[in-house]
């Protein structure tokens, strides 16, 4: 089928709920991807900052071959190796004592929102409220748009799920005046992704960690976006050291297959017992094989080395074009990067498209770049070529 082909079966049999781009992928190798019409394109989008080491990946896909051969799924109520490896690799990694394993990040937060009203349960006093961010985004589901700090992803779904507080992204002082005698945790994105890519100021996650000791709270990080080697470490929270009680993750997980997790430390933990919460799906036997894979690339290739220089390479690439043309600033840190223009910036993804470069806009006015770990120097200048011409004509 070509593209055009794809394209109308697509409208005519699928809900929309996607503004689609008039492009039908068909094949991927490392950063490029290619249409049903043999176009070739740099994916700097990542498929939704999904495919943290590229598309099609050989040890990705040597894991889930072998996989196949062996075992699809096992249900949790028996025990899967690759899950229990998975988990293993997780903990150890990480901040964490336990993992509970899902299909999606909306799941994954679904996971740490239960989790922390169970806890408040037990320790009495009736705390179930959550504080998150103005600007964030959790998910799609009803409690996870409750959750986000985007009253546009709630409307038509009124009336809400409650529980849920909102206070200014970066602003310590904002959260602690929302702070009630039934708030049980805050819950934040390390940087926000779906927001515009906005890094908090210096300290601001030290602070929320002190705030949370202070009255007794769980932290919680939603890493759906900047976990797994996104922002040049492992975890986001590793690049300010700090230690949060749970995190969401998933998207670069399984670099294109679906999967999530959501860690947690004991005790918050050990809120969680048998019926308590559970995934038909979560933990199968081939998601586990992929992402256990993910995470043995990323160390065995020093891929977060790499992150971190050709996220420097392309910031500084979009720092050199800010006050040009309609680049009003950039930002970001590792291989999540934004280009703030001084105008929507659909138009100029568009342009992009057409010269054979995939990003996308986020924010509104926020162009978000976001390649595979895999990226190299050669790609990160051609798509810099690219962005010159769109947004300095």
């Known amino acids: 089928m070509n593209s055009k082909a794809i394209q109308e079966l697509s409208d005519r049999y699928l809900f929309p709920t996607y503004a689609r781009a008039p492009l039908a992928l068909v094949r991927g190798e490392g950063t490029r991807v290619w249409d049903a019409d043999g176009r070739e394109y740099l994916d700097f989008f990542s498929s939704t900052v999904v495919t943290s080491l590229g598309h099609c990946h050989p040890a990705l896909v040597e894991a889930l071959a072998k996989q196949s051969r062996e075992i699809f799924h096992v249900s949790n109520l028996h025990y899967c190796e690759p899950q229990a ?3 293993q690799r997780l903990v150890e990694s990480s901040f964490a004592d336990r993992a509970f394993l899902c299909n999606s990040g909306a799941e994954a937060n679904e996971a740490a929102i239960k989790l922390a009203r169970k806890h408040g349960h037990e320790a009495g006093g009736g705390r179930y409220e959550i504080i998150t961010a103005l600007g964030s985004f959790h998910g799609r589901t009803l409690a996870t748009i409750a959750a986000t700090g985007q009253e546009k ?3 038509g779904f009124e009336p809400t799920q409650g529980g849920f507080r909102y206070a200014e992204f970066g602003d310590v002082d904002a959260v602690e005046a929302a702070i009630s005698e039934r708030t049980i945790a805050v819950m934040v994105e390390p940087i926000l992704g779906e927001g515009g890519v906005v890094v908090p100021p210096a300290g601001y996650l030290h602070a929320l960690r002190d705030l949370c000791d202070r009255r007794d709270l769980l932290l919680i990080f939603d890493e759906v976006q900047t976990g797994i080697g996104r922002t040049g470490e492992l975890y986001a929270y590793q690049n300010e050291d700090v230690r949060p009680d749970i995190i969401s993750l ?10 999530g997790a959501m860690l947690a430390s ?8 048998a019926g308590s919460h559970g995934s038909t799906f979560g933990g ?10 993910v995470l043995e690339t990323i160390e065995r290739d020093r891929l977060l080395d790499n992150c971190k220089r050709m996220g420097a390479r392309l910031l500084e690439g ?8 309609v680049v009003e600033s950039a930002r970001g840190r590792g291989l999540l990067v934004a280009a703030a223009l001084t105008r929507p910036g659909a138009a100029a993804v568009d342009r992009c498209r057409e010269r054979g470069l995939i990003i996308n806009t ?7 770049l976001a390649p595979p770990l895999t990226v190299s120097a050669d790609e990160v200048d051609r798509a810099l070529e690219i962005l010159a011409e769109v947004l300095v004509p």
Request: hydrophobic content about 50%.
């Open 284 to 293: 199968n036997a081939l998601a586990s094989a992929v992402a256990l894979a």
């Open 250 to 259: 998933a998207k670069g997980l399984g670099s294109g297959f679906p999967v």
């Open 85 to 87: 490896l998975l988990a």
């Open 362 to 368: 986020t924010g509104g006015n926020v162009l978000r």
């Open 266 to 273: 004991e005790p918050t933990a050990a809120s969680f017992t």
């Open 153 to 155: 992803v709630r409307v």
């Open 318 to 325: 979009l720092q050199g074009l800010a006050g040009r043309g």
